[in-house]
Structure formats: structure tokens, C-alpha cells
């Protein structure tokens, strides 16, 4: 199952593109200095080449030496070099011959699709849990529905995997990846803060970990998709950006200087459960009046139950609403988005990223929500305007995070 190669630490930054020493004495002017932009993290060039090769495999597959050499602005012999140690490590394999014109045929390389990722997504209510390629392609998906006992809740999760394993036995495991709802402290290996879940969800690494004999990744959702956002998104881990997960409540991920902020104890990014009517809602931390409180998704439900005077299934119904012209779902969704919006301007002000990324269910309606968002947030003044935009990947971010989780543990 797990390779044994996993010799290496563990990487600690995103994998931006960086030149060898020899091709970095022949440029005229760096654009930043290499040691103060990476001091923080432990990576050194080769291992920066590495990475920056196999994304350009996982997104240009198949494709050629020469070929990677000008998509990747490095050497060939450098190229060849680390192409020869990804294959020795198999994570990726030579396949087909290409066609040239005359002289020697090409051989393509891919990603080792033998090797894969199992991600899980955890909700309070539910779970998705999914077989990924090594370049985070979704090649099974399940919905674990938990049941309502909480002690029941580990053993649904756990024997969900193991069927999904054996369901995936031609494919061995780099590990398993989890994004959940809560505040998970990687250096005590413990959860700080999860108010929204009600089943033990702090025995979760471990039982996973003792059941499949995998490696356990876990991370908060928003963290981990602002990971993700790096390594399979259209951010280059050069700029700052926040990552606002809206769902059944608000959380956020923050990446700056090149690494996730997490904050004592793997604590910060909640901006959720600030404050912003004293005389507001109670709120699962214990306080009232937080912003998740007036613009989760929970919110939104609210608004339409007191607008309409009718109860809802679930989010996606009033999603299917307003796209259906319902004018009460309209102006629920109109009073979620305002909320939104005045709490994107307290995280633009307070830690002014380049972009803000909004994950979760809202993202479908984007086209109508975005506007709202943004003009709320720019209705006061702002030192800087970051661009605030959803997710790529829509309602797969979450899944895709919890492979992301496990990319960046495992050292290429
Ligand atoms: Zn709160």
C-alpha cells in the first residue's frame, strides 16, 4: 500500500517556480530574493523544481521532456534529471510515443494513475468521501449519510473507507486527506474548536489512522482549501489570499508570505464568531451575534423561513428558488450576501490579501451573489480592494482540499 520512499520532511510551502543556481546567475534581476521570500519554510531549490515539474505533468499530461522543459522555463538536463527520480519514485510513469516530423519519437510522461489519494469532506451532517488520482481527478464518490446516534457516527465513517478501499484495490494510497469543520492543532495533534459538530469528531485521526493503516492528514476546510487554491488552483503561492468557507458556518484560511497563518494552537482564521450585533443570535460558541450567525448558510434559510413564512429543506433549495425567480428567496439571498459582504470588508481591512476565495454551497449561484458580495464590501473604504471571487472547482473545492492536504504532506 503506502510507498516506502517517504524519506524526505514533510514540505512546508507552495510550490511557486524557482530556477537552478546555475540558471539563476544568468538572469539579470530577480524579481524577489529567493532567501528572504522562502525563509520561512524548509524547501530548498530542487525540491521547488520537483514540485514544479510533477504540477506541470499533473496539468499538461502527457507530455513530453522537451515539452516540459518549456512549459517549466528550466534546463532540459534538469528536467531530465528530475523526471528520471520521479519515475525511479513512481509517481509518474513514461507512456505512449509521441509523433515528430523526423528524429527520435518522444516518450510522454503522466502521473502514476496506479497511485491515488482518499479524500473525505466532513460536514456536521455529512460526509462525502472520494477516490482521487495523484492530480486530485475524483474516481469514485460516496455520500456517507451519518447517523444520528453520535457514537455511531466514527464507526459509519470508518467503515465507509475500508469499503472503499477494498472497492479501489487495484490502487495503492498515499494516505487520506480530511477537511472538517473545525480547528485542529497540527503540532498537539488535537481539535481546539469545532462548535458545529456534535459527534466526537476529535477521535477521528486516530481511529481512521488505526483502522486503515494510512496516514491521516486533517485539516480545517477553509485551511485546507486555501492549500489547495496554491497547489491545484490558479494561485502561483505568491500572493497572499484568504479563503472564506460559507456553509452551516464561516470560517476562513488564511495564507500570507507563503504558508498557511495558523495562529496559537492552529486557532486562527474565525472570523465567523466575531461579533457584529451584541444583541444578535445565540451562537454555537457560546456568544451572540456572530457574523456566521447572520450570513452562514443557516442565515440564509432564516431569512427566507421569516420572509416567506415557510421552512426550508436545505440551502440548495433556495438556491433552486432564486434561480426560479422566487422574490422571497431573492431577497433572502439579497440579505445573506449584504452580511457577507460587511464581513469580507473586516477581512479585507484587517489583513488586506490579493484575493478572497469563497468555497461552499453559495458558489453555483455565484453569478448573482458575487455582485452582491463585492458591492457590500466595497461600500465603505478599503486601503486596498482585493479581487474576491469563488472557487474553481465550485461544489468539489471541499473534496479537492482533503487531497491537497495530502500532497503537501507527502514530500515529492
Ligand atoms: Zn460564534
Same mark, same amino acid.
Given at each position: 500500500?503506502?510507498?516506502?520512499?517517504?524519506?524526505?520532511?514533510?514540505?512546508?510551502?507552495?510550490?511557486?517556480?524557482?530556477?537552478?543556481?546555475?540558471?539563476?546567475?544568468?538572469?539579470?534581476?530577480?524579481?524577489?530574493?529567493?532567501?528572504?521570500?522562502?525563509?520561512?519554510?524548509?524547501?530548498?531549490?530542487?525540491?521547488?523544481?520537483?514540485?514544479?515539474?510533477?504540477?506541470?505533468?499533473?496539468?499538461?499530461?502527457?507530455?513530453?521532456?522537451?515539452?516540459?522543459?518549456?512549459?517549466?522555463?528550466?534546463?532540459?538536463?534538469?528536467?531530465?534529471?528530475?523526471?528520471?527520480?520521479?519515475?525511479?519514485?513512481?509517481?509518474?510513469?513514461?507512456?505512449?510515443?509521441?509523433?515528430?516530423?523526423?528524429?527520435?519519437?518522444?516518450?510522454?510522461?503522466?502521473?502514476?494513475?496506479?497511485?491515488?489519494?482518499?479524500?473525505?469532506?466532513?460536514?456536521?451532517?455529512?460526509?462525502?468521501?472520494?477516490?482521487?488520482?495523484?492530480?486530485?481527478?475524483?474516481?469514485?464518490?460516496?455520500?456517507?449519510?451519518?447517523?444520528?446516534?453520535?457514537?455511531?457516527?466514527?464507526?459509519?465513517?470508518?467503515?465507509?473507507?475500508?469499503?472503499?478501499?477494498?472497492?479501489?484495490?487495484?490502487?495503492?494510497?498515499?494516505?487520506?486527506?480530511?477537511?472538517?469543520?473545525?480547528?485542529?492543532?497540527?503540532?498537539?495533534?488535537?481539535?481546539?474548536?469545532?462548535?458545529?459538530?456534535?459527534?466526537?469528531?476529535?477521535?477521528?485521526?486516530?481511529?481512521?489512522?488505526?483502522?486503515?493503516?494510512?496516514?491521516?492528514?486533517?485539516?480545517?476546510?477553509?485551511?485546507?482549501?486555501?492549500?489547495?487554491?496554491?497547489?491545484?488552483?490558479?494561485?502561483?503561492?505568491?500572493?497572499?489570499?484568504?479563503?472564506?468557507?460559507?456553509?452551516?458556518?464561516?470560517?476562513?484560511?488564511?495564507? %500570507?508570505? &507563503? =504558508?498557511?497563518?495558523?495562529?496559537? +494552537?492552529? #486557532?486562527?482564521?474565525?472570523?465567523?464568531? *466575531?461579533? $457584529?450585533?451584541?444583541?444578535?443570535?445565540?451562537?454555537?460558541?457560546?456568544?451572540?451575534?456572530?457574523?456566521?450567525?447572520?450570513?452562514?448558510?443557516?442565515?440564509?434559510?432564516?431569512?427566507?423561513?421569516?420572509?416567506?413564512?415557510?421552512?426550508?429543506?436545505?440551502?440548495?433549495?433556495?438556491?433552486?428558488?432564486?434561480?426560479?425567480?422566487?422574490?422571497?428567496?431573492?431577497?433572502?439571498?439579497?440579505?445573506?450576501?449584504? %452580511?457577507? &459582504? =460587511?464581513?469580507?470588508?473586516?477581512? +479585507?481591512? #484587517?489583513?488586506?490579501?490579493?484575493?478572497? *476565495?469563497? $468555497?461552499?454551497?453559495?458558489?453555483?449561484?455565484?453569478?448573482?451573489?458575487?455582485?452582491?458580495?463585492?458591492?457590500?464590501?466595497?461600500?465603505?473604504?478599503?486601503?486596498?480592494?482585493?479581487?474576491?471571487?469563488?472557487?474553481?472547482?465550485?461544489?468539489?473545492?471541499?473534496?479537492?482540499?482533503?487531497?491537497?492536504?495530502?500532497?503537501?504532506?507527502?514530500?515529492?
Amino acid at each position: 500500500m503506502r510507498s516506502c520512499q517517504r524519506l524526505k520532511k514533510p514540505s512546508a510551502a507552495a510550490p511557486p517556480r524557482v530556477h537552478s543556481e546555475m540558471e539563476m546567475a544568468k538572469m539579470p534581476t530577480p524579481r524577489f530574493s529567493f532567501t528572504n521570500r522562502f525563509s520561512a519554510s524548509n524547501k530548498v531549490p530542487r525540491q521547488i523544481n520537483r514540485n514544479l515539474i510533477f504540477n506541470q505533468i499533473r496539468i499538461k499530461q502527457p507530455i513530453s521532456r522537451a515539452d516540459l522543459a518549456r512549459a517549466s522555463g528550466l534546463q532540459r538536463s534538469t528536467v531530465s534529471l528530475i523526471v528520471e527520480e520521479l519515475i525511479a519514485e513512481r509517481w509518474i510513469v513514461e507512456g505512449s510515443l509521441g509523433r515528430l516530423p523526423r528524429g527520435r519519437r518522444p516518450t510522454f510522461l503522466n502521473l502514476n494513475g496506479q497511485r491515488g489519494v482518499l479524500a473525505l469532506d466532513i460536514h456536521p451532517s455529512q460526509t462525502t468521501l472520494a477516490v482521487t488520482d495523484l492530480g486530485g481527478r475524483i474516481v469514485a464518490q460516496n455520500i456517507i449519510e451519518l447517523p444520528a446516534n453520535p457514537q455511531k457516527v466514527l464507526s459509519a465513517i470508518v467503515n465507509a473507507i475500508r469499503k472503499m478501499i477494498v472497492a479501489n484495490s487495484d490502487r495503492s494510497f498515499e494516505g487520506i486527506g480530511i477537511s472538517l469543520p473545525g480547528r485542529f492543532d497540527p503540532h498537539l495533534e488535537r481539535f481546539v474548536f469545532a462548535p458545529n459538530v456534535t459527534w466526537p469528531i476529535q477521535r477521528i485521526k486516530s481511529r481512521v489512522e488505526l483502522a486503515t493503516g494510512l496516514p491521516v492528514v486533517v485539516d480545517n476546510v477553509a485551511n485546507a482549501c486555501a492549500l489547495s487554491e496554491v497547489w491545484f488552483g490558479e494561485s502561483d503561492g505568491m500572493h497572499d489570499l484568504v479563503v472564506v468557507n460559507v456553509s452551516e458556518g464561516i470560517g476562513a484560511g488564511i495564507f %500570507a508570505n &507563503g =504558508r498557511i497563518i495558523r495562529g496559537e +494552537a492552529g #486557532s486562527a482564521g474565525e472570523f465567523g464568531h *466575531v461579533q $457584529v450585533d451584541p444583541n444578535g443570535l445565540p451562537c454555537g460558541c457560546g456568544s451572540r451575534g456572530c457574523w456566521e450567525t447572520v450570513a452562514s448558510n443557516r442565515a440564509g434559510m432564516r431569512y427566507y423561513t421569516e420572509i416567506a413564512n415557510r421552512p426550508l429543506a436545505s440551502f440548495d433549495a433556495l438556491l433552486e428558488l432564486v434561480e426560479a425567480g422566487d422574490a422571497a428567496a431573492r431577497a433572502a439571498i439579497e440579505k445573506m450576501c449584504a %452580511a457577507l &459582504g =460587511r464581513g469580507m470588508h473586516m477581512i +479585507a481591512s #484587517s489583513l488586506a490579501p490579493s484575493e478572497i *476565495v469563497v $468555497v461552499g454551497d453559495i458558489t453555483p449561484l455565484w453569478h448573482l451573489a458575487g455582485p452582491l458580495v463585492e458591492a457590500e464590501m466595497r461600500r465603505n473604504p478599503l486601503v486596498r480592494v482585493p479581487r474576491l471571487r469563488a472557487a474553481h472547482e465550485g461544489k468539489r473545492a471541499r473534496l479537492r482540499s482533503a487531497v491537497a492536504l495530502v500532497m503537501h504532506e507527502n514530500p515529492l
